[in-house]
């Protein structure tokens, strides 16, 4: 399995760190410092959907190829406006599509298991073309008036086109039920017999919990990823991880002994989108040409679950 497109999309309306501080007890310097984030994209009056759409005819066009192509369809996402029909089938109708498809919630690690899930269906001689595609809006989970979570996050989609091939070289992925760490409650209509009080409850995150199980989850993971194929991390070209915070991503850099150069990061004005981070920042390395044919690249994600993943591939 290779990919041969990618594309994103993001909302027009950006918030800075400053816009934030006008109405939180919290300023552009700490959220940088502690985080890494600058501003963010955020969805206002445009629709997931939409977004989605529009990274995936991206992917689709820098793959050469039309959705009458596809054989499949996976979509990553967390929270959309609807509890039903699945985003994928949105997707499908919104680009012209007619292939099967399917949604999964891996939180941040989403693109990297709809890769071995993809990596399954060529193995098994089932598809040709498939499309993933990653959209996300964690700025509607998040309370707006708690500057522990809303100041991290930030929203879009990532698409990625795959095709036959032997490129992806290694996958490996975790999980470990730690519930308490990262979570959110939905309201669910009452019956007749649910006799507990219930309340929808936004985002909720042990922050330093989050943080240690990301820099430890995303260190064996891309070891175990390496070791399976016997390739080194300095002969890693590229390490994309997940864009939650820079701090996280400088340990696990320093975990690895790996030069600053080799980690791009777009965090700086895009906060945390969860599972879009991974193939956003892919979409924009691509298209800024910072790839060479043949370069090795190390993606990795972690996130609520506790769920994570890494993956080895050649550009
Ligand atoms: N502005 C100002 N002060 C703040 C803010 C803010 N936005 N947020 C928290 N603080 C305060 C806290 O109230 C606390 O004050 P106190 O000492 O008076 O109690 C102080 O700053 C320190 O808070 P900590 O939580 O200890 O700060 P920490 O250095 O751990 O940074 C952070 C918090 C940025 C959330 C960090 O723990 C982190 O990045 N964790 C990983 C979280 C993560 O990646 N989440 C993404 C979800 S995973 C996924 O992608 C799905």
Redesign the pocket.
């Known amino acids: 399995m290779n990919i041969i497109g990618t594309g994103s999309a993001l909302p027009k309306k950006i918030v800075t760190n400053g816009m934030l501080s006008e109405f939180?007890?919290?300023?552009d310097e700490?959220?940088t410092t502690?985080?890494g984030v600058k501003s963010r994209h955020v969805i206002s009056d445009e629709k997931l959907e939409d977004l989605a759409i529009k990274a995936a005819l991206k992917a689709l066009d820098d793959a050469s190829i039309s959705a009458a192509d596809l054989d499949f369809i996976i979509c990553s996402n967390v929270v959309n406006e609807y509890v039903t029909p699945q985003l994928s089938c949105i997707i499908q109708g919104g680009i012209g599509a007619a292939c099967p498809c399917m949604d999964i919630n891996c939180?941040?690690a989403g693109f990297i298991h709809a890769l071995e899930i993809a990596e399954s269906f060529y193995k098994a001689g089932r598809v040709n073309k498939v499309l993933i595609v990653c959209a996300e809006e964690p700025t509607r989970m998040t309370d707006w008036n708690d500057?522990?979570t809303c100041?991290?996050f930030g929203d879009g989609a990532g698409a990625a086109v795959l095709g036959p091939g032997e490129n992806i070289r290694s996958i490996k992925l975790s999980a470990s039920s730690a519930t308490d760490k990262?979570w959110q409650y939905r309201l669910l209509h009452p019956t007749p017999y649910i006799t507990k009080e219930e309340c929808d409850v936004p985002l909720q995150?042990k922050?330093?919990d989050?943080?240690k199980f990301?820099v430890k989850a995303a260190s064996g993971d891309i070891s175990r990823t390496l070791a399976e194929v016997s390739v080194d991390p300095d002969q890693v070209d590229h390490y994309l991880v997940?864009q939650?915070?820079t701090?996280?991503i400088t340990a696990i850099r320093n975990y690895l002994h790996q030069p600053d150069e080799k980690f791009p990061v777009n965090i700086t004005d895009h906060g945390?989108s969860?599972s879009s981070s991974c193939p956003i920042l892919l979409d924009e390395c691509s298209r800024a040409g910072r790839f060479n044919e043949g370069d090795l690249i190390v993606m990795s994600a972690?996130?609520?679950g506790f769920v994570s993943g890494a993956v080895l591939f050649k550009w």
């Open positions: 939180l007890d919290t300023s700490w959220i502690r985080t939180a941040c500057r522990s100041v991290l990262l995150m922050g330093q989050v943080f990301a997940h939650a915070n701090r996280i945390n969860s972690f996130g609520a």
